[in-house]
Structures are given as C-alpha cells and as structure tokens.
C-alpha cells in the first residue's frame, strides 16, 4: 500500500473514532447539563460545559483530520500532517475559557455563601451513568490514539480521562450539598477547574514538542544503527521529527568507502533506509551518501 493511500486509511479510521465519540459525549453534555439546571449545580453545570468541549473538539478534529490527511503540495511540501497537532492545541483554548469562567463562578457563590442543591435520585443515576460512559471512552481513545499516532485522539482522550475525575468530583460535591453544606458545590467547581489546567498542560507538552521539530529520536540510536549496515564507515549530520512511531522522519549522512560506484553506494544506502525505517520504526529516511 502506497504511502498516500495509508495516509487516507489512518485518516478514514480517526474520523469513524472521532465521529462515533461526538454521539457519546453529545448524550452526555446533555444529561450533566439537565441535572445542573434543574438541581441549580455550579459544579454539574461546570462538568457539562467541560464535556461540551469534548464534543466541539469532536467536531474540530473530524474537519482537522481531513486536512491534515492531505497529500504535499507546493505551499506544504512536507504534507500537513501537523494541522492534526493544530488541533490538538485547539483544545486548550476551550479548556482555558472553561476554567476562567468555572473559576470566576466559583469564587462569586463563596463569597454569597453558596445555595441550595436539590439533585433527584434519578439525577444522580444518570451522572454515574454519564461517569461510566467516560470511563470507557477514555480508554477506548486512547488506546486507539495510541494505535493510529493520532495526536489529536490522545489528546481529546486525556481531556476525557479529566472528565472522569471531574464527575467523581461532583458526584461528592452534590452528595455533601443534599446534605446542606451548600460551600462543596462551588469548592469542587474549583478543584475541577485546577483538574482542567493540568489536563491543558499535559496536551502543550505532547504538542508543542511536534510543532518546534522537537528531536525525535537521540542521535546515538540513528548512528548506530545506520553503522551497523555493511558497508556503512559512519554516520553523521543526524536529524530527527515527530512525536509518535510512523510518524517520525530522520535524515542521516553516511560515509562510504570512495573507490564504491555509483550502483554500490545506492545500494548501501537503500539498505540503511530500510534498516532505520524498520528497526525505528520511521515513517520516512532521506539517506545522504558520501566518500569516507
């Protein structure tokens, strides 16, 4: 299969993932968002609007994921596999405003005194519901993420795993509220929203590394293994991208003995390409030949 094709099949397979996990969470920004304003939750109505990211991100990612399955072209030579990363960043965005508003809520029904929480049985019913529907779609996007190098899917994953904890969260916040002790509410509305920051820089960190062509794999590796085909004298001018396993390009200098012709050196070269591409798993080797 040709690269193109893979790179039409990866996309196809990322947005079915992506396109089945916008009706997941779509039910559950429903559900939390009904509980919260019929129960009058700041901390139910918080988690409703952090999962409402993870459907607006759904939808981000299924345009993201089409364009960044595009072949290179004159204005993008090395192909625009980084709009996917892109959108990864897209989701910090809504998280930072989720959080500022979450936090700025908070402090204001503290500073009232809080007020009363009234959540039905049925109501918490369908938070543990909506908790256990997380839980799942957590595991199950990253593990796909994980399988397709998809850091658009990790990333939505990692924010999901969040809204595992941040339910947890309310369903204790609405527990001690039922009981009147009205400040938990907007308490925990505060610890999710520190939740929310560590979620946003756990996506930076895997993000931002992609976009500045951060080193991918330490140079020693590369040499070493480049040597180890026959005919190889070194291995020097290394360079390395990319954030996950066939995803990542190298570019490496071999030095070869100068009385080899044309065809030989080729063919050294053609082998170390092969041997990076399989024992490091690369998407792509660009191998330079010169005489030792």
């Known amino acids: 299969m040709s ?12 947005r079915r993932v992506l396109a089945g996990l916008l009706v997941a969470n779509i039910a559950v920004l429903v559900a939390k968002a009904t509980i919260g304003m019929l129960a009058g939750s700041l901390a139910v109505m918080g988690d409703a609007v952090h999962s409402s ?4 991100y ?16 004159e204005d993008h030579p090395y192909g625009h596999g980084k709009f996917e990363t892109l959108g990864a ?6 998280l930072s405003v989720t959080c500022f508003e979450l936090v700025r809520s908070a402090i204001g029904h503290l500073l009232s005194g809080g007020h009363a929480i009234h959540v039905s049985d049925l109501g918490l019913t369908l938070l543990v519901a909506t ?35 941040i339910t947890i969260g309310v369903l204790i916040g609405v527990l001690f509220a039922r009981r009147g002790a009205t400040w938990v509410d907007p308490a925990i509305a505060i ?18 590394p992609v976009l500045v062509d951060e080193r991918a794999i330490p140079a020693p590796t590369i040499r070493q293994t480049a040597q180890a085909v026959e005919g190889v004298r070194s291995a020097y001018g290394i360079r390395s991208r990319g954030a996950n396993a066939g995803a990542r390009y190298a570019e490496v200098t071999i030095a070869v003995d100068p009385a080899a012709n044309v065809a030989d050196a080729h063919a050294i070269a053609d082998a170390v390409e092969a041997r990076l591409k399989k024992d490091l798993e690369l998407e792509a080797v660009t191998v330079h030949v010169e005489p030792c």
């Not at 759904?58 to 072209?73: F, M, Q, S, T």
């Not at 997380?134 to 850091?151: D, K, M, P, Q």
């Open 131 to 165: 908790l256990l529907t997380n839980i799942f779609v957590a595991w199950y996007e990253n593990a796909r993420g994980h399988e397709l190098s998809s850091e658009l899917l990790i990333a939505d994953a990692a924010h999901t795993r969040a809204d595992v904890f």
């Open 89 to 94: 960043l897209g989701i910090v965005v809504f």
């Open 191 to 208: 610890v999710i929203a520190l939740l929310i920051v560590r979620v946003a820089y756990q996506i930076l960190s895997r993000a931002v």
């Open 58 to 73: 759904n939808v981000l990612g299924l345009v993201v994921v089409r364009v960044a399955a595009r072949e290179p072209d």
């Open 3 to 14: 690269v193109p094709d893979k790179a039409l099949d990866r996309s196809r397979a990322v």
């Open 53 to 56: 990211v993870d459907a607006v």
